[in-house]
């Protein structure tokens, strides 16, 4: 085999998708900060690798990587990550300097609650009354339309984009225009992504619709994660995520039980797993 057939099977080789680039950016970024200074590598390259490196060479920016590839990057990690299984789904919110919430949602609608400032006073409390949804951002959705939701971004943002537009939406300052509703919309993924039983292919669905947003701005690292600007519904919000994870490590906006939009100073950190057992009393 010779050098110039090296070369073009090489070339030949597929592109890589934008996720295992944006994955591979991130990667390069951080090693690149962390590399100590004052000591140069050398290399000698034989011409036949020489002229493949030259082809399939990428220039690695030493600037933080794009808010739409930090997406990318937490979506194949969400898709990858095992979805657990059990009996509740069990959502706890911690507010800075403050003590946790903590519920549980049974896919029958039933839910308990326990939390100093909630129901029940810092003990389990089951909720009365009738079966609840689940809320994410403006919408209530039964845990079996949860897991009907689309797989692909733009169908599941196209259905929430819907969704939010037939919900009827009232708010202090009336009726929301197209840029609230929007935001209202983002919202909704911002709840995929971090507090909503869905499996993990609609998960990552979210965070490659989230991507796809032109407006979507990287600030760079901060609170283990990356700090990203989105347009919400009450104004551009800064959320953290660690896009090696998938989790959001702080988020201004939650759902409360009762499906209200919750604006938190200093935002929450969101933990949801599945478990089968309910705390004692």
């Given amino acids: 085999m010779d050098d110039l057939h090296v070369i ?5 080789k597929p592109d890589p998708s934008p996720e295992v680039v944006a994955r ?9 900060r962390r590399r100590p200074r004052g000591r140069r590598a050398r290399w000698v390259l034989l011409p036949a690798v020489a002229a493949v490196a030259a082809a399939a060479f990428v220039i690695v920016p030493s600037e933080p990587s794009s808010a739409r590839e930090v997406l990318l990057v937490a979506a194949t990690a969400a898709e990858r990550a095992p979805e657990g299984s059990g009996t509740y789904w069990h ?12 519920y549980w949602y049974r896919r029958d609608g039933q839910i308990w609650l326990k939390g100093e400032r909630l129901k029940g006073e810092g003990t389990l409390f089951k909720w009365p009354g009738e079966p609840q949804p689940f809320w994410i951002g403006p919408l209530s959705l039964t845990f079996e339309e949860l897991r009907g939701l689309p797989e692909e971004e733009t ?20 009726t929301p225009g197209p840029a609230e509703l929007r935001g209202f919309t983002v919202e909704a993924l911002l709840s995929l992504i971090s507090e909503a039983p869905v499996s993990s292919q609609v998960r990552a669905a979210a965070y490659r619709a989230l991507a796809a947003l032109p407006d979507v701005t990287d600030l760079g690292e901060g609170d283990g994660g990356r700090r ?5 519904s009450s104004g551009r919000k800064v959320v953290v995520v660690d896009p090696e994870t998938a989790r959001v ?12 939009i919750a604006l938190t100073k200093g935002g929450v950190t969101i933990d949801a797993e599945w478990t089968d057992r309910l705390p004692a009393g």
């Fill in 249 to 260: 490590r702080n988020t201004p906006v939650w759902v409360t039980l009762s499906g209200a």
């Fill in 155 to 174: 169908a599941l943002t196209k259905r929430l984009t819907e969704e939010v537009a037939d919900a009827g939406i009232r708010t202090s300052r009336g």
């Fill in 91 to 102: 959502v706890t919110v911690t507010k800075s300097g403050g003590p946790p919430e903590e």
């Fill in 228 to 232: 990203l600007e989105l347009p919400l």
């Fill in 24 to 32: 591979r950016r991130l990667q390069v970024t951080s090693q690149m």
């Fill in 8 to 12: 073009r099977t090489v070339l030949a």
